[in-house]
């Protein structure tokens, strides 16, 4: 096994393991096992259409950090643009106002890359909010081309993660060079958040 092998299965075991826990969330162990059962076939996209349908039908309260890894597993099987109003809609969890914020597309204008980014960007790459801390600003967005069309690419080029007006560097993480681009993009914010 290459050492990139290696580390595709052992951001999958990590991406099932995440999975396992969101799927703890439906309380009936029919619903939930369907859910399971979903990725241990493959159809993770079916799994998350019944997740979340679930969540809102049963109006079960989601956490910050349980909302954020359901946004990250769903922009990661492509699904993000179906369900991401939904995941947005549930129910916040009981502990209180959320310290990480989930992002419906459209929620706020699209920034253009240039003005975030160091190193020179293209020209019509623009940065979508997606997840941010209410607390410290620190912003999780996704990079997309604006196409010629006028509209956003279908997926993110890159994930960024940026504090508004801070002088701290941006972080880029491509999806050309990580499958895991967004999870590793959603710990870079829960490390360089100082909220905590």
């Known amino acids: 096994m290459t050492p990139a092998d290696g580390r595709r299965v052992r951001a999958y075991a990590a991406e099932g393991a995440v999975w396992a826990r969101l799927a703890a969330l439906l309380p009936g162990a029919d619903d939930a096992d369907e859910v399971r059962g979903c990725w241990e076939i493959g159809e993770q996209e079916a799994g998350l259409e019944v997740l979340v349908g679930r969540l809102l039908e049963q109006e079960l309260a989601v956490g910050d950090t349980a909302r954020a890894e359901l946004?990250?597993?769903?922009?990661?099987?492509?699904?993000?643009?179906?369900?991401?109003?939904g995941i947005v809609a549930c129910l916040p969890g009981p502990a209180g106002p959320a310290r990480l914020r989930v992002h419906e597309d459209g929620a706020g204008p699209p920034v253009p890359a240039r003005s975030?980014?160091?190193?020179?960007?293209?020209?019509?790459?623009?940065?979508?909010?997606?997840?941010?801390?209410?607390?410290?600003?620190?912003?999780?967005?996704?990079?997309?081309?604006?196409e010629e069309w006028e509209e956003l690419s279908y997926l993110a080029e890159a994930y960024v993660v940026h504090a508004p007006g801070a002088s701290r560097p941006p972080r880029v993480f491509a999806r050309s060079e990580a499958d895991d681009a967004a999870w590793s993009a959603l710990a870079a914010l829960r490390e360089g958040c100082g909220c905590g």
């Open 71 to 85: 946004a990250v597993m769903a922009e990661q099987w492509g699904v993000w643009d179906r369900l991401g109003t």
């Open 116 to 146: 975030v980014l160091e190193d020179p960007a293209p020209g019509g790459l623009v940065l979508v909010p997606w997840v941010s801390c209410a607390g410290c600003g620190l912003v999780l967005a996704r990079a997309h081309v604006y």
